[in-house]
């Protein structure tokens, strides 16, 4: 069982950053992947970034590759989404989410634990 909770969510202008944490809990975290979703009003959730459970790799959503960093630290059950040059369209609830794949996935079925979710608003 993994309990996931997010942080760090909140309002920043366009062009602006924000960090998101999910922090995690149980013993058994390292052995599992990790995604960020997010969820926009009216649109379906989305995959945002995924990492295996190592960290060694990632995947991204074509719309936020080269802005949004995902990230982990085993050591403190955490993993992190950093998010750069952010644009209205980024608003959304955002999502932590745990996998048992190793490698890094979109397939949101695949996903068994999942967070609260913390919303980003991006003002224009």
């Known amino acids: 069982q993994v309990q996931l909770v997010e942080s760090g969510g909140g309002l920043v202008q366009a062009g602006g950053s924000l960090r998101l944490s999910c922090a995690a809990s149980?013993?058994?975290?390292?052995?599992?992947?990790m995604g960020w979703f997010r969820q926009a009003p009216g649109k379906e959730r989305e995959v945002v970034a995924s990492?295996?459970?190592?960290?060694?790799?990632?995947l991204y959503a074509d719309s936020v590759k080269g802005r949004f960093t995902i990230a982990r630290d085993n050591a403190k059950n955490t993993v992190y989404l950093q998010m750069n040059s952010l644009i209205p369209e980024d608003t959304a609830v955002y999502y932590c989410?745990?996998?048992?794949?190793?490698?890094?996935?979109?397939?949101?079925?695949?996903?068994?634990?999942w967070g609260q979710g913390t919303q980003v608003t991006v003002s224009s």
């Open positions: 149980g013993r058994t975290f390292s052995r599992y992947g």
């Open positions: 989410a745990a996998t048992p794949s190793v490698a890094p996935t979109r397939a949101e079925s695949l996903y068994h634990y």
């Open positions: 990492i295996s459970w190592r960290g060694g790799s990632t």
